[in-house]
């Protein structure tokens, strides 16, 4: 069935005027009429039933049901990944979206091969995967900020996995036996790695966990990709 994120606050009798976009995908794309069926959520009040009410020329509009699951929260896991190439950043933001990340930090390094990257295409790609993985949230793709200012004004009690490629940390799932449950973050560096001034000042953090991800040179894709699902079997929701 199809799931759409919302804005709207949901509850049984509510009606919805879906956006211009959801409105084109409904009618144009999936060519659903008055009765057809849908879900709908918006991280905030679960997912709920609802049935096309309407559908015009520019809008659909939609009316909401009864609930069909309750909210539930993944883990409270962060995704900080330097800025890199927009193909694979987008990828990126995808699956961290599908393997349940709650946000991603895209941070500047000293070897980052780009400043600046669309944040509005990035939240609309993390939408994407949300409706389609079956989620009841979305990730927040917040803007880029250099890695010493993430550093400097850290998060208390959030940990850090730090993926470190220069070989001489344990590997993650060592790294990660018997860590605490507690809110985690991912560092996943540019294609050029990380400076040794930058690696000094991440292992000087109290916070931080330096670990390897095997003896290949991974792409920033596969590294996030494989740090996320690695931390997810030992920590988070895959391992319960």
Not at 86 to 95: C, D, F, G, S, W
Not at 186 to 208: N, V, Y
Request: aromatic residues 4%.
């Amino acid at each position: 069935m199809i799931r759409l994120f919302v804005p709207h606050d949901l509850a049984s009798g509510a009606g919805l005027a879906l956006d211009e976009g959801q409105s084109r995908y409904l009618a144009a794309v999936m060519r659903l009429s008055p009765g057809d069926e849908l879900l709908v959520f918006n991280g905030r009040d679960g997912e709920w039933r609802a049935q096309v009410a309407s559908v015009g020329k520019r809008a659909v509009t939609v009316a909401v049901e009864a609930q069909a699951r309750p909210q539930a929260t993944g883990p409270d896991l962060d995704l900080v990944i330097a800025l890199v190439k927009r193909a694979r950043l987008e990828t990126i933001v995808e699956k961290a979206a599908e393997l349940g990340a709650r946000r991603v930090q895209p941070v500047i390094t000293e070897r980052t091969n780009a400043d600046h990257t669309r944040v509005d295409r990035l939240r609309a790609i993390a939408v994407e995967a949300s409706e389609q993985t079956g989620r009841l949230d979305v990730p927040e793709v917040l803007k880029p900020v250099r890695l010493e200012k993430l550093i400097g004004g850290w998060q208390a009690g959030r940990q850090l996995l730090f993926c470190d490629e220069a070989g001489d940390a344990a590997p993650a799932l060592a790294a990660l036996k018997g860590q605490r449950d507690a809110p985690w973050a991912i560092l996943i560096g540019p294609e050029g790695g990380f400076s040794p001034k930058e690696r000094e000042m991440l292992r000087a953090q109290t916070f931080a966990t330096p670990a390897t991800l095997g003896p290949r040179i991974l792409r920033a894709d596969t590294a996030a990709i494989s740090a996320l699902t690695l931390w997810q079997a030992a920590l988070g929701d895959w391992s319960s």
